[in-house]
């Protein structure tokens, strides 16, 4: 037992950090809803990374000086606060996932589930993350990637803290400021150069909560006067927001960039600790409070939330979407609350608290009950007798599309630009017309179609993931795409004039325009033939989960209700400029696969159009181009 002498230090509560932690999660949950302008909210998550950093290392740093550490006590108080918030979430996603998910999906699900329950989703999330995997959609633990970096960071930084303290002990200043800025090079080089593994792992966010260590060991100096807080704060929560409506998801992250949210916290947190400010004061206002004691579990559930809400509309249905941007945020308030109010604060210091090796009991006997789920779901293969035959039968092609020549011809973020291969994709046959594909998924997935059906025609290939197959290219686009077509225009068409045709494909958007103008004038002023081929019939979720979803519930109708409108008014658009300024042959798909109420969902009899929400099956490259082709619309 202790007494008043052995006492264990605590720290003043500062109502402004549960105040921050909402701004954190608010940024995120509007990203995530598309709520606002929010674009760059993603950011929340670094905001999480600085407070979460600057108040454990308080405790440890407090305890370790007072003589009370224990490595033991501390991940107890980790498990405590973490585990039964997110074990009961992974429990009712995993009831969720066996309601709506396809087998396969199911059975990537499970996957995740068991990377989640063992700390090590941001390696699974990373590996997966590939340009054709499962879409973000359909990933309802996804977000668990910054909790499995938190619980990694934490296993080895006690144990960092104690070592330099006894070691080294007047270096742990100069130790922490080092490995924190060792951490920042490395993940400001990875954010241009290797940004899926920089945005996931934990040596490339462990700046972040580093920086929240050296605000506790106090490193940065004391802002006392009233004047210097309130400017410090207002600069502080200034670049929080600018990051989070300026950013996007083609900004290099976290790296550089991620200092704007990282520093805008600590400047929030240091000002605190020596008075109040405006902005402290704003951020202590109870509502605001409030959400910030709820942000951990409305973190939790506003994903697995928006996921099957979007999968299999279990909150509403046939309404906007407005309506269910606020069903879904106002479900995720109700969710955050519930489970703050019931299980974080019992299991933390209520009538469910345990304390000693009991919380390690629990807490693996909940990593064996979800292992288990995980590990039954793989074992029977997603349990496909929740379907038809029928349905399971389509809902496996969104496994196969149209053979793309990967890692060749078509390179993906993944690849090295020197793996373009030249002398295989752009071989001309003098016996035939040479024409030329070039974009991205949505030009590469014509290539098969192209090839099998045009007998007297060389199709050559230059595709590179999220490429627009322009002269000029966005300054923030993937470094593979503009060597791909800085090659192409700089170079290969300048000193290969046998191209007869040039093929234009892409993922438009109605900012390409002008630039698909400059290029199709480029190419006519050096005699080249230019077919432009329009946006891509697309819809909200897979086409073969779709037509499966429609089989089980007996609903032809539903896969064309979830048809993505928004490219309609581009098509006409640049079907019109096609026609009256380009002087180009132009390919509508909405006009060759769809009339007013349907659109063409199976090729051959039986085999889905599309293996995803916009790419071709194999079967659909070919029956594609042979129905252009019958039609005279292809050359």
């Known amino acids: ?87 009961v979430m992974m429990f009712v996603t995993s009831f969720l996932a066996a309601k709506y998910f396809l087998p396969s999906e199911l059975t990537d699900y499970a996957k995740s589930l068991l990377a989640a329950t063992f700390s090590v989703s941001n390696f699974y999330f990373w590996r997966q993350s590939g340009y054709f995997d499962a879409p973000a959609a359909l990933k309802p633990l996804l977000h668990t990637w910054s909790l499995a970096v938190e619980e990694q960071f934490y296993i080895v930084f006690p144990l960092f803290l104690v070592l330099i303290r006894k070691l080294f002990p007047e270096r742990l200043r100069a130790a922490v400021v080092l490995f924190a800025l060792a951490s920042f090079i490395i993940s400001a080089y990875g954010a241009f150069y290797a940004p899926v593994s920089t945005f996931y792992m934990l040596h490339t966010r462990a700046w972040e909560l580093l920086l929240g260590t050296i605000i506790s060991l106090n490193i940065l100096p004391e802002i006392r006067t009233p004047l210097w807080r309130n400017v410090a704060t207002i600069v502080g929560l200034g670049l929080i927001v600018a990051a989070g409506v300026f950013y996007t998801s083609a900004t290099p992250f976290p790296g550089i960039a991620a200092l704007a949210p990282c520093v805008g916290s600590a400047l929030i947190i240091s000002a605190g600790r020596s008075g109040s400010s405006v902005v402290g004061r704003a951020l202590s206002l109870k509502p605001v409070v409030f959400i910030g004691l709820i942000s951990y579990s409305l973190y939790l ?287 509508s798909y909405f006009q060759t696969l769809c009339n007013a109420d349907s659109c063409v969902e199976y090729v051959n009899g039986d085999v889905p159009l599309q293996s995803d929400y916009s790419h071709l099956t194999k079967e659909g490259s070919v029956w594609l181009v042979a129905k252009l082709q019958q039609s005279g619309e292809l050359p």
């Open 1 to 87: 037992m202790s007494d008043s002498t052995t006492r264990k230090p605590t720290l003043t509560y500062r109502p402004d950090i549960d105040g921050l932690r909402a701004v954190a999660v608010l940024l995120v949950v509007a990203f995530h809803t598309g709520i606002g302008k929010f674009r760059g909210g993603f950011v929340g998550v670094d905001v999480f990374f600085v407070i979460s950093g600057f108040l454990i290392s308080s405790v440890i740093l407090a305890e370790i000086s007072a003589g009370h550490f224990s490595i033991a006590a501390f991940y107890e108080r980790r498990i405590r606060r973490i585990f039964p918030a997110l074990v």
């Open 301 to 587: 559930w506003h994903w697995p939330i928006i996921v099957f809400q979007g999968v299999g509309t279990f909150l509403v249905s046939g309404v906007s979407e407005r309506v269910v941007k606020l069903a879904i945020i106002v479900a995720s308030l109700i969710a955050g609350t519930i489970s703050w109010k019931f299980v974080e604060i019992p299991f933390r210091s209520g009538s469910l608290k345990l304390t000693g090796a009991s919380v390690f009991r629990a807490a693996f006997a909940a990593m064996i009950v979800l292992s288990a789920l995980g590990s039954s779901a793989l074992a029977f293969r997603g349990f496909p007798s929740r379907y038809s035959p029928e349905a399971v039968r389509v809902a496996a092609y969104m496994d196969v599309r149209a053979p793309y020549r990967e890692g060749t011809c078509f390179i993906t973020s993944a690849d090295r630009v020197e793996d373009f291969d030249p002398a295989t994709c752009l071989r001309e046959d003098s016996s035939k017309k040479n024409y030329l594909l070039i974009g991205d998924s949505h030009a590469a997935q014509l290539w098969y179609g192209l090839s099998t059906v045009l007998k007297t025609v060389n199709v050559m290939q230059a595709t590179a993931s999220g490429c627009k197959p322009t002269l000029e290219q966005p300054v923030t686009g993937d470094p593979n795409c503009r060597h791909v077509m800085n090659y192409i225009f700089q170079d290969y068409l300048q000193s290969h004039p046998n191209v007869d045709t040039l093929l234009i494909a892409g993922r438009w958007e109605s900012n390409d325009v002008s630039r698909v103008t400059k290029t199709i004038s480029w190419a006519q002023s050096r005699g080249m033939k230019v077919v432009v081929f329009g946006p891509m019939l697309q819809y909200d979720s897979a086409l073969p989960r779709l037509l499966a979803t429609s089989i089980k519930k007996n609903d032809p109708s539903l896969p064309f209700a979830h048809r993505v409108d928004q490219y309609v008014g581009l098509d006409r658009q640049m079907s019109r400029l096609a026609s009256d300024d380009w002087h180009v042959r132009y390919i």
